[in-house]
């Protein structure tokens, strides 16, 4: 025998699980879209974290690059004091002189300090290999009791900060022909 209520249940069946079947589709794909949005959402956050971090790291970078040559002045007067000092014959000049120096001296001392303090650091150079990322020769000598491309002078300090370079060693290297 046939019956109608049994073909119509049936159908009916297939029609409610074909719907399950879609509505899992559909839930899986907003599932997969959602996990997608949230990791672009934490990546963003992430790049952002880092980017307010650099900004911050090297938002005093042009104010300590004005205060190089503060301190390039005042080593050059410190350099003029004591090179004053060995012509002065009183000795009440001297110890004005002494005074002077001693003033400056911590006054320089206290600004390369605070620089410091905020990523400034000073490249080495006198007797180190000629390097050009960081070293700017403004002249070349040439001496056999030196080796080839070794710095022989440093006119101007050069300085990074914060690991990247400010401003360039201004130096003179031994060129062996």
Known sequence: MYNINNKFSCSLLEVLLHDKKLLNDTLNLHKNQYRSLYADFENFKRHKRKEIANTIKNANKELIYHFLNII???????KSLNNEKVSISKE????????????????????????????????????????????????NVSSSERDNE????????????????????????NINK
């Open 72 to 78: 390039d002045n005042l080593e050059s007067a410190l």
């Open 92 to 139: 009440e000049d001297t110890v004005i002189i002494n005074n002077i120096v001693e003033g400056f001296s911590l006054i320089l001392k206290n600004i390369q300090n605070t620089l410091s303090n905020y990523g400034l650091k000073t490249i080495d150079t006198k007797g180190k290999l000629f390097n050009p990322s960081i070293h700017e020769a403004i002249k």
């Open 150 to 173: 070794i710095i022989v002078e440093e006119y101007q300090k050069g300085y990074t900060l914060n690991g990247n370079l400010l401003r360039a060693s201004k130096v003179v290297v």
